[in-house]
């Protein structure tokens, strides 16, 4: 991308940062599905290329279904948080006992009641950043906080201390060497990697302990439109909140 397209794009960002700073996050996210900004028909809900992307979803399927059996989570609660389109989420409701999926666009929840047909789901709108947690063994929050600020991250981690399994999935940069950690931004469509930036949970301003952190799996990204010439990478961690430091 020339230098000139990248000071647009940043320019861009940062208007938008700026505007969506002043706005609530459950209006910045239903803005993002109805002007169908990570993608999608007109009038669906889409929830971006780490979701529809197939060869992406799959191995991270597959890859949920050998951690369950490896942990034993098999059967157990799991939720959801952040559940977006529902397309990655639905291909995990078998493996669980008990499924909420939820997410702070009250709409999107609103549309999954009435169209999705699959076994039982509890649908829910929750802030998980301003309200209460529901229980669960097993909680996922699958390319979620890329999209947040440290502040509202930092906010929802005291909360994961309550699951036994908490599966985090972030879009990172190609080059970890390279790649700044933790720089702020504002709730939004835009992620980190698009700053050369990541979420890195084991350092300030988050320090959870390294020792309860587990690689799980790792892919290629996917590209984005409008140029970003980095696809990234997608890694799933699993958080261990209750085992011992
Ligand atoms: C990129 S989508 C990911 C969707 C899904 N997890 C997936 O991987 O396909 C991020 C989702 O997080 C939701 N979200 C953002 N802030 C939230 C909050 N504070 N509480 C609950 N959901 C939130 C957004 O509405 C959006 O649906």
New binding site residues.
């Given amino acids: 991308m020339s230098q000139a397209r990248q000071l647009y794009r940043a320019i861009k960002r940062h208007i938008i940062g700026s505007i969506n700073r002043r706005r609530d996050?459950a209006s910045v996210?239903e803005m993002i599905y109805r002007k169908n900004r990570?993608g999608g028909k007109a009038g669906d809900f889409f929830?971006?290329g780490?979701?529809g992307n197939e060869a992406i979803a799959a191995q991270y399927i597959a890859a949920i279904e050998r951690l369950a059996d490896l942990e034993g989570f098999r059967g157990m609660k799991f939720l959801d948080?952040?559940?977006?389109?529902f397309?990655?989420g639905s291909r995990l409701v078998p493996l669980a006992g008990h499924y909420t999926a939820?997410?702070?666009?009250a709409p999107?929840i609103a549309h999954h009641q009435t169209h999705y047909h699959g076994p039982p789901v509890d649908f829910q709108v929750?802030?998980?950043?301003d309200g209460p947690l529901p229980d669960a063994d097993v909680c996922f929050i699958?390319?979620?906080f890329q999209?947040?600020s440290n502040s509202q991250i930092a906010k929802v981690l005291p909360k994961l201390e309550k699951f036994r399994w908490v599966i985090i999935t972030e879009h990172l940069p190609s080059n970890e060497h390279s790649a700044v950690p933790n720089l702020d931004k504002v709730h939004g469509t835009d992620i980190r990697l698009m700053r050369n930036s990541r979420v890195y949970l084991h350092l300030p301003p988050f320090s959870l302990p390294q020792s309860q952190l587990t690689t799980v799996l790792e892919v290629p990204g996917h590209g984005f439109d409008g140029g970003i010439a980095e696809p990234g990478v997608i890694r799933t961690l699993l958080y261990r909140p209750q085992s011992g430091v």
């Fill in positions: 996050v996210f990570w929830s971006g780490g979701t948080l952040g559940c977006g389109d397309r990655i939820a997410d702070i666009v999107l929750v802030d998980m950043i699958r390319q979620v999209h947040l």
